[in-house]
């Protein structure tokens, strides 16, 4: 396919920094997508202004795939040179946006994509996904999303290769907690201006904050199993809740996107 000689996306502020990134990369390595496929080529796009996210993603997915290849892909070239130093085997860096190039045109299984849309307008939000979700392999997945400064408190989209979004998640650091509410304020750039009442992300942070409180007594126990009966909860009241009690007690929560869709 013709690829274009310009990057495409605008130059983030390129905050970054150790395990900021730790809760998505522990989601991408346990996806099916990377699992199962035969190229485990993984995408860190818009890594900011050092190689720290891409080489912490590439030792976690080792873990996992000891064939688990990363390219970092930065839109300002400065930050691809300094970051170039980072290189070693099964990790390199290269100039691009949302176009994603790759070497020898390969299509990731995973496209990493985070805090790149911020600065976006929310009606730029679809073209980027189906810009990105294109270059995928048959079965891959586009992750994006936000985080806070120092990543405990984390929420992001799952999108396939046809550009639809599949999953909503959230993922917080449970341990002094005050509100699993405090994730609007790092919600993707596609629900955070949805987050008010009549709209279903609205919905579930409420939600979200009644459970919370009236599952208070069991913080005695512990933080995770406060989250896991609130997650429990959820599951129970028709809400579509994915994953299992092992998934839970991370501080994860995911959900089908209709649930939060602002089309739903």
């Known amino acids: 396919m013709g690829r274009t000689t310009r990057p495409e996306g605008r130059i983030t502020r390129g905050t970054t920094g150790t395990n900021r990134l730790r809760r998505v990369d522990r ?73 994603v190039p790759t070497p020898a045109d390969r299509r990731p299984v995973v496209i990493r994509a985070f805090n790149v849309l911020r600065q976006y307008d929310e009606p730029e939000v679809a073209a980027a996904w189906r810009g990105m979700s294109s270059r995928l392999q048959s079965g891959g997945v586009l992750v994006e999303g936000t985080c806070s400064e120092t990543g405990r408190v984390t929420s992001w989209v799952a999108i396939d290769a046809h550009g639809v979004p599949q999953t909503f998640t959230v993922s917080l650091r449970l341990t002094e907690l005050p509100s699993p509410a405090i994730v609007a304020e790092r919600l993707p750039k596609a629900l955070i201006h949805r987050n008010v ?18 599952h208070a007594p069991l913080a005695t126990y512990g933080p995770s199993q406060r989250w896991i009966a609130v997650v429990a909860a959820l599951r129970d009241a028709g809400w579509p809740v994915r994953d299992r009690a092992s998934r839970w007690r991370l501080g994860e929560l995911t959900v089908d996107w209709s649930a939060v869709s602002p089309d739903s």
């Open 27 to 99: 989601w991408i390595a346990q996806h099916a997508a990377l699992r199962r496929t035969d190229d485990p080529l993984v995408v860190d796009l818009g890594f900011g202004a050092s190689a720290t996210t891409p080489r912490e993603l590439h030792d976690r997915l080792l873990a996992v795939r000891p064939d688990a290849e990363v390219v970092g892909i930065e839109i300002d070239p400065d930050r691809v040179r300094r970051a170039s130093e980072s290189a070693r085997p099964g990790l390199s860096f290269r100039l691009g946006g949302f176009e």
């Open 197 to 214: 009442p009549g709209e279903r992300i609205h919905e579930l942070l409420v939600t979200l904050e009644a459970l919370w409180m009236r």
